[in-house]
């Protein structure tokens, strides 16, 4: 099975833009979607990507999800970073099997 | 609204069984498939189980294939997941997720405590 790499941490000020980079061991980044999971302390995970690029109803526009199949990977992008995205981030993917695959996670700290 | 409740964690001795349960609300059950997904304390999200909509499709993570048992009742809108032969490093927060491929839903989850 392929493994998702994520980066350990990411910081930035209020109001700059972050990106976190998932890369994909093996196999195409194309050949399953990619989602994107926030979870803050205390909580279970919410979508804030799906199907590589989309946002669901209720997510802001500053968040924003891309693949690069050069690169292998899937981005999570956070523009006008604010206080409350403060938070882990998982990205997540499947193998033909409907087995998901999940990043070890990335923890988005606002300076 | 969709709501996921999960229910049926606690603490069980090394070798112990439980069963946990995922009550859903708010949509069609029977169309969707479900998920469970696992989180050790101050650990990352680990994928656990899948079921089709019609059970024709299982998975489970090599780590629990033997021991857990995922099951669904369409008529009363839930999805269970049978756990024997429990170890210390199954402790964690379980919980149900719906979707394929995508978990769109996910509930608050149940605490799992594996200890002697």
């Known amino acids: 099975n392929f493994m998702l790499t994520q980066p350990h941490s990411v910081s930035e000020s209020p109001g700059k833009t972050v990106t976190i980079s998932c890369t994909r061991s093996s196999g195409s980044i194309a050949s399953s979607y990619v989602q994107w999971y926030q979870q803050r302390p205390g909580s279970a995970p919410t979508t804030v990507i799906y199907?590589?690029?989309?946002?669901p109803s209720g997510v802001p526009h500053r968040f924003s999800g891309s693949i690069n199949s050069s690169s292998n990977s899937a981005s999570l992008t956070i523009s006008g970073l604010r206080t409350e995205d403060e938070a882990d981030y998982y990205c997540?993917?499947?193998?033909?099997?409907?087995?998901?695959?999940f990043g070890a996670g990335t923890k988005v700290t606002v300076l | 609204e969709v709501q996921l409740v999960e229910s049926g964690g606690g603490l069980v001795k090394p070798g112990g069984s439980l069963r946990l349960s995922c009550a859903a609300s708010g949509f069609t059950f029977s169309t969707y498939s479900m998920n469970w997904v696992r989180q050790a304390p101050g650990k990352g999200l680990q994928w656990v189980s899948f079921i089709s909509s019609s059970t024709a499709y299982i998975s489970y993570a090599d780590s629990v294939k033997g021991r857990f048992t995922i099951s669904r009742d369409n008529a009363k809108n839930s999805v269970f997941l049978q756990m024997n032969s429990l170890r210390a490093e199954d402790t964690g927060v379980y919980y149900c997720a719906r979707g394929r491929g995508t978990y769109d839903h996910w509930g608050q989850g149940t605490l799992v405590i594996v200890s002697s």
């Open positions: 199907d590589d690029d989309h946002r």
């Open positions: 997540q993917s499947s193998d033909s099997s409907n087995a998901g695959v």
